[in-house]
Nanobody, 125 residues
């Protein structure tokens, strides 16, 4: 089992920065993939950033490329989502997620078996 605790959300002005953190505990050696997903009111949950731990490869959706960075040495250290040049459309509940399986499309929520409770990001213009 893997436990995730996500934190760092809050209110940020448009154009500002925010750092989200995901603490991983439990069977951390089994974690292969980490991701941050978000869900705004009345919208479907979407994956925004993915970290493939064995290689350190990262992937992002187009709307956050160049603004968001996901990093973490491995599942034993907090996995961070650095958000820069935040836009009003980035406002959402953000969730940290983990998978112990290498297969599946990281953009699909079902790939991830473990989830944090979420941390709210509010953007003021």
């Amino acid at each position: 089992q893997v436990q995730l605790v996500d934190s760092g959300g809050g209110s940020v002005q448009a154009g500002g920065t925010l750092r989200l953190s995901c603490a991983v505990s439990g069977d951390t050696n089994s974690v292969i993939r980490m991701a941050w997903l978000r869900q705004a009111p009345w919208q479907e949950r979407e994956a925004v950033a993915h970290l493939y731990i064995p290689t350190g490869s990262t992937f992002y959706i187009d709307s956050v490329k160049g603004r968001f960075t996901i990093f973490g040495l491995n599942a034993k250290s907090p996995v961070t989502l650095q958000m820069a040049r935040v836009k009003p459309e980035d406002a959402a509940m953000y969730y940290c997620a983990a998978s112990t399986q290498p297969d599946g499309n990281w953009r699909e929520s079902a790939v991830f078996a473990y989830w944090g409770r979420g941390t709210q990001v509010t953007v003021s213009s």
